[in-house]
Nanobody, 122 residues
Framework: QVQLVESGGGLVQAGESLRLSCAASGRTFSSYAMGWFRQAPGKERDFVAAISWRGTRTYYADSVKGRFTISRDNAKNTVYLQMNSLKPEDTAVYYC???????????????WGQGTQVTVSS
């Protein structure tokens, strides 16, 4: 069992940066791949980034490549999403999730946080 709590969302202007954190409880955190997803109003939940359990592999959605960076600190049971050069279209609720293996498929993730709102104004 893994419980996830996101933080770090907020309101920023286009071009600015935010860092999201996802704190996990449970002794098995380091055995899970972790992912970030986002969901805008009226839209489906979309893949943003994922990282393997060791942190040696990462995947990104094309829309965020070169701007977002996913990382993890297994000693702190935390995964991060550094978001730079934010755009208004990045506005969404951002969720972290845990899966048995690194993947971009939302249905493969077993555990989810409650989400944190990111709003980017133009």
């Amino acid at each position: 069992q893994v419980q996830l709590v996101e933080s770090g969302g907020g309101l920023v202007q286009a071009g600015e940066s935010l860092r999201l954190s996802c704190a996990a409880s449970g002794r098995t955190f380091s055995s899970y791949a972790m992912g970030w997803f986002r969901q805008a109003p009226g839209k489906e939940r979309d893949f943003v980034a994922a990282i393997s359990w060791r942190g040696t592999r990462t995947y990104y959605a094309d829309s965020v490549k070169g701007r977002f960076t996913i990382s993890r600190d297994n000693a702190k049971n935390t995964v991060y999403l550094q978001m730079n050069s934010l755009k208004p279209e990045d506005t969404a609720v951002y969720y972290c999730a845990a899966a048995p293996a690194i993947t971009e498929y939302v249905r493969s993730y077993n555990y989810w946080g409650q989400g944190t709102q990111v709003t980017v104004s133009s």
